[in-house]
């Protein structure tokens, strides 16, 4: 009786998205009708079935769930069926229980609920006690959380537990995901809804990856380890959205409507982050594996290839571990998602010199193979044990003259690697010796230092203060502060230096906002230089 209406409230939503991420045990306890139509994306209506209807469709829900491949864990299952069915516990289930459960006074217990889950999330244990609440918490709670420095999801728990029906009205009004609405509908929004963007599968999923990752690293899986950490290094984008919500939610020039519309939209992108995150994640952990047993002498669970690398690097074993863990996830990154992604995760410094090779027309590709097999190249040494002016420079240009790239972009490259624009020209691949002259022309364009990416904001661009510019060539160079251009032109004086701004500035204009352009030996590449305006004579 209760396994035929289950199954036709699945088949009614097979196509629909947001029912495949509802959980499971709110299907097996309520109908579900879809309210996007009246309440807005996200919203589904919930009308109890009653416990013996519930216990009947649970097996009908998780067998579902089994054959759509989720993960179904008999605790799950056996939780539903208990709440409905099993006998109230007089000595555990009585008037203390809420109390007593809520571990109020105990920061370090999330607390639990009257059906087993946690009152605080993992991510919620991580804020101090009285900042612990998210919008689903009231008002009231928040104050009281605020006042005696206490959690304000426990509190709002508490209440709700011993305040019976006039919590039931009075609670739902001074909570923003419920008031937002309309006053009138709030209780009713409590008791006979949910929200998708906050009751869902996904974020449990993401947690539990966490966790399951950690137990696999800690059982010696070194894939598990490393995919850990793309997982963790990915996550800071979740917690970013995390810290966007708290900080809508505590804006006050903001009503609860325009909270609720915020927040929702960027849950919902913080879902679907979280989806590619999980979809991602076993391919990565594919490409690690893959790439140890391609190069078995990185791998740290073998305490003979441990001891090589650090003789190799002269270094400690706690050392190579780490630096060998790093490449195989570097590589990893590669392999998976891209040079580019792979450079911007090893170092801001870094990638900060590969964008600006690329906007020299470099791959990221090239500039990756450049700089880690140019990264461990070192001087020679004399009979002395001195190093040898020049030998490292040497190496570093053979290899950069060996690649099938333009001229242009072996510049680039050389550039990056610390020796100035001005030295390349004699470079071979410029038609010279490897002399510090040049055959190259005058005039050669080169360009300033790219500026380090900021994530985009989710919801209103911020202003951004003006990236700043450093000159090359010399340890004598001043750092110039705020927008180059508007600096020079500030400073400038005289017809022939003004038109020489106004030259620059069209070429700024032109070449855009990332990377501006100048003419080596202008009076702004003096400027940049040495931080003053070359001499009118």
């Known amino acids: 009786m209760g396994i035929a209406p289950a199954l036709l409230n699945a088949l009614a939503y097979r196509d629909d998205d947001e029912w495949d991420d509802i959980p ?29 209807i519930a216990v009947l469709s649970t097996a009908a829900v998780y067998g579902k769930e089994k054959i759509d491949g989720e993960d179904v864990k008999f605790s799950d299952v056996f939780e539903v069926i208990k709440s409905n069915i099993a006998p109230t516990d007089i000595f555990n289930q009585n008037i203390a229980t809420a109390w007593t459960q809520a571990k109020l006074t105990n920061p370090d217990n999330p607390g639990t609920t009257w059906y087993g889950g946690n009152i605080e999330s993992d991510r919620l244990q991580n804020y101090r006690p009285e900042d612990r609440y998210d919008e689903k918490t009231d008002e009231l709670s928040k104050a009281i959380g605020k006042l005696f420095k206490v959690s304000p999801k426990k509190v709002n728990y508490l209440l709700d537990q011993y305040s019976g029906v006039i919590g039931d009205i009075l609670l739902p009004l001074m909570t923003p995901a419920t008031s937002a609405k309309s006053k009138l509908l709030a209780a009713p929004m409590a008791a006979f809804t949910i929200d998708t963007t906050s009751t869902n599968k996904t974020t449990g999923k993401y947690y539990d990856l966490l966790d399951e990752l950690k137990y696999d690293a800690n059982d010696g899986d070194i894939g598990a380890g490393i995919t850990r950490k793309y997982v963790s290094h990915a996550g800071d984008e979740v917690n970013d959205y995390y810290q966007q919500i708290r900080t809508i939610q505590n804006d006050k020039s903001l009503s609860d409507g325009e909270k609720n519309r915020i927040v929702r939209a960027l849950k919902a992108q913080l879902i679907e982050r979280q989806k590619e995150i999980i979809a991602q994640t076993e391919p990565y952990r594919e490409a690690v594996n893959d790439y140890l047993k391609a190069h078995p002498e990185l791998s740290t669970d073998n305490d003979a290839a441990i001891a090589e690398y650090a003789e190799q690097y002269e270094i400690t074993e706690d050392q190579a571990e780490s630096r060998m863990d790093a490449v195989v996830y570097r590589e990893a990154n590669r392999e998976v998602f891209g040079a580019e992604y792979a450079l911007r995760t090893y170092n801001a410094d870094v990638y900060d010199k590969a964008r600006a090779a690329y906007a020299k027309g470099v791959s990221y590709d090239t500039y990756y193979d450049y700089y880690f097999a140019t990264k461990e190249m070192h001087a020679d040494k004399d009979k002395n044990g001195k190093s040898i002016s020049g030998s490292k420079k040497a190496k570093v240009v053979e290899y950069i003259n060996s690649l099938d790239i333009p001229p242009e972009q072996k510049d680039a490259l050389y550039v990056a690697a610390g020796y100035t624009a001005k030295s390349a020209r004699n470079q071979k691949w410029n038609g010279g010796s490897g002399g510090s002259g040049g055959r190259r022309g005058r005039g050669k364009r080169t360009a300033l230092k790219a500026p380090t990416p900021k994530a985009p904001e989710i919801i209103i661009p911020r202003s951004g203060t003006a990236s700043s510019a450093k000159a090359g060539g010399t340890s004598k160079t001043p750092k110039v502060s705020g927008n180059v251009i508007a600096d020079f032109t500030k400073t400038a004086s005289g017809t022939d230096i003004q038109k020489a701004v106004t030259q620059a500035k069209r070429k700024a204009l032109k070449a855009g906002n990332r990377t501006v352009y100048v003419e080596e030996g202008s009076p702004i590449d003096y400027f940049l230089k040495y931080g003053k305006l070359p001499s009118l004579k």
């Open 24 to 52: 499971a045990n709110t299907k097996a306890n309520y109908y579900l009708i879809n309210a996007g139509k009246w309440l807005g994306d996200g919203y589904w209506i919930k009308i109890p079935k009653g416990r013996a």
